[in-house]
């Protein structure tokens, strides 16, 4: 029971175009969501987040969407860059788990950004 | 120090044999996570510390997985009598506070078990 999917493994995408990566959950008393970023051979890096009562948020090149009745929340990057090659994890959390905080993460997206 | 830092960052064990992993998290964070990652998977919930208190342990697969944090700071996963199914990478991760903040990851320690 995979209560957050990230469909899609790969994405290929060209240098300065945009890369739209994808996370659908199931559980609705899922409150915050995070994107991590992981190189080889490192741990996940935070890259942004959402609140439930937010539909958007912008950090730069990068942007999270919500959507709350479809369940369904996508990062933007544009302008994709070949650094931003890497596997990327969408995480949810919930206040119901007793406010831990912990996290439920996706299978995650690898994405080529290719020069 | 500047970041979450793990230790061994590798280790091989034969299948039976007890070992440790070890966690240093961001000084001054309360809140502190362990995480099992498997090939092509996202990490996986293990355990949950608020400062020195197992506040959330229901991730950790079975009795042979056991997580202390003595001092509210550094904190140690014990795996007993290891199995071949238990090789994957560990990950801890540490928070500020923990709700709603986001988690600060090590690099890992990648346990074998031959």
């Known amino acids: 029971d995979q209560q957050v999917k990230q469909n899609s493994p790969s994405l290929s995408v060209q240098e300065g175009r945009i890369s739209i990566l994808n996370c659908d959950y199931t559980n609705s008393m899922f409150d915050y969501f995070l994107w991590y970023k992981k190189y080889p051979a490192e741990g996940p890096t935070f890259l942004i987040s959402i609140s439930s009562i937010k539909d958007k948020n912008e950090d730069g090149r990068f942007t999270v969407f919500l959507n709350k009745s479809a369940k369904h929340l996508s990062l933007h990057i544009v302008p994709s860059q070949p650094g931003d090659s890497a596997v990327y994890f969408c995480?949810?959390?919930?206040?119901?788990?007793?406010?831990?905080?912990?996290?439920?993460f996706g299978q995650g997206t690898t994405l080529q950004v290719k020069p | 120090g500047a970041g979450v830092s793990q230790t061994p960052s590798n280790k091989v064990t034969e299948k039976g044999k007890y070992v440790e992993l070890r966690c240093d998290p961001i000084?001054?964070?309360?809140?502190l996570y362990w995480y099992r990652q498997s090939l092509g998977q996202g990490p996986e919930f293990l355990i949950y510390f608020q400062g020195t208190g197992a506040a959330d342990d229901s991730g950790l697969p079975n009795d042979r997985f056991f997580a202390v944090r003595p001092e509210g700071s550094v904190s140690t996963l014990k795996i007993q009598r290891t199995e071949r199914g238990d090789s994957a990478v560990y990950l801890c991760?540490?928070?500020?506070?923990?709700?709603?903040?986001?988690?600060?990851f090590g690099q890992g320690t990648r346990l074998t078990v031959v």
């Open positions: 000084s001054g964070h309360t809140a």
């Open positions: 991760a540490s928070s500020p506070q923990g709700l709603n903040t986001e988690a600060f």
């Open positions: 995480a949810a959390s919930d206040h119901g788990s007793g406010n831990t905080g912990k996290l439920i």
